[in-house]
């Protein structure tokens, strides 16, 4: 297993943990999961046993908690992970510190989540398998795995070198870092500078559609739909890289195709492809 992405997330979130709350206080976690939990009710979730991978300071999971999910979670940021056990709701003996490439975890989880970006910082199509493959394993036979993956557009418009922006609420200030020219499977960079001179560096790698459904497949899973996401939340249904500012994809265990509810799925949380969202201000890890 590569483990050349773990040093640089766990400093990089080391030390935003503190302010991290206050950087993305813009962001709708609440109707953005709670949107995802619908689809992925259609795409055949019951049960309310559910475990956030990479859950950071809990604003992924909070929403769960008022669906009425019983919750489980995990973070690689022992400082991530503690603030989320400081968040409540969650007994903090669930809440533990793991890389999602060797989950601890055991028994059958009807939904799992991974939001906001955190597949980026796997930086190796053998990463993602390795999180997947840990994925399938505890996956309920019905079970729907979300997760989103940063677009091509947001790598252009947020981690090319001289892109800044102010978060003055987190008395931080965002800077891309990639000098390259941006394209599919790209390493991108990027810094938030922080209060105090430190500095939280961030290295994440653009995943093509093709590299996710790959990896998905080797470890197990069958992708159930990849939807297409601007800012706000807003799902589309057909994803595209240069429009969207996240591609999320739903996921279930492969092997039984009669359990394929998403075949069939229309849904109002979906937005058709009649008008291409405009992308007024394209943002990071911006749900
Ligand atoms: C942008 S934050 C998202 C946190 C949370 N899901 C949310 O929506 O607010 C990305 C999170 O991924 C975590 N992370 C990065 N690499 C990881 C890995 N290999 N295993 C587990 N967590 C990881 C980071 O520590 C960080 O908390």
Redesign the pocket.
């Known amino acids: 297993m590569s483990t050349s992405?773990?040093p640089a997330?766990l400093l990089a979130?080391e030390r935003l943990a503190p302010v991290y709350d206050r950087f993305?206080d813009s962001y709708d976690?609440d109707g953005w999961v709670a949107r995802l939990e619908r689809i992925a009710r259609q795409h055949g979730l019951s049960g309310r046993r559910a475990l956030d991978?990479?859950?950071?300071?809990g604003?992924?999971f909070a929403p769960l908690l008022e669906l009425g999910y019983d919750v489980w979670a995990?973070?690689?940021?022992p400082a991530?992970a503690e603030q989320a056990r400081r968040a409540g709701g969650v007994d903090p003996d669930r809440i533990v510190v793991?890389?999602?490439?060797e989950l601890p975890h055991e028994g059958a989880f009807d939904l799992v989540t991974c939001?906001?970006?955190?597949i980026n910082?796997?930086l190796e199509p053998d990463d993602l398998v390795a999180a997947f493959r840990n994925v399938a394993r505890l996956l309920s036979p019905t079970g729907v795995y979300v997760f989103d993956t940063n677009s091509l557009s947001t790598y252009r418009a947020a981690f090319a070198a001289r892109v800044t922006f102010e978060r003055p609420q987190a008395d931080a200030r965002w800077r891309g870092e990639t000098r390259a020219p941006i394209g599919p499977g790209a390493l991108c960079e990027a810094s938030i500078e922080l209060a105090g001179s430190s500095v939280s560096h961030h290295v994440q790698r653009h995943h093509p559609e093709s590299t996710v459904r790959k990896a998905l497949a080797s470890a197990g899973l069958a992708c159930r739909a990849v939807l297409g996401q601007s800012t706000g939340g807003v799902l589309h249904e057909d994803a595209d890289e240069d429009t969207h500012t996240k591609l999320v994809y739903l996921a279930a265990r492969a092997g039984d195709e009669s359990l394929d509810f998403g075949k069939e799925v229309t849904t109002m949380e979906i937005v058709r492809p009649i008008v291409r969202p405009r992308i007024v201000r394209p943002s990071i890890?911006r749900p």
């Open positions: 992405s773990s997330a979130y993305t976690h991978v990479a859950c950071g300071t604003k992924s995990c973070d690689l940021s991530m793991a890389d999602m490439r939001l906001d970006d955190a910082y796997l890890v």
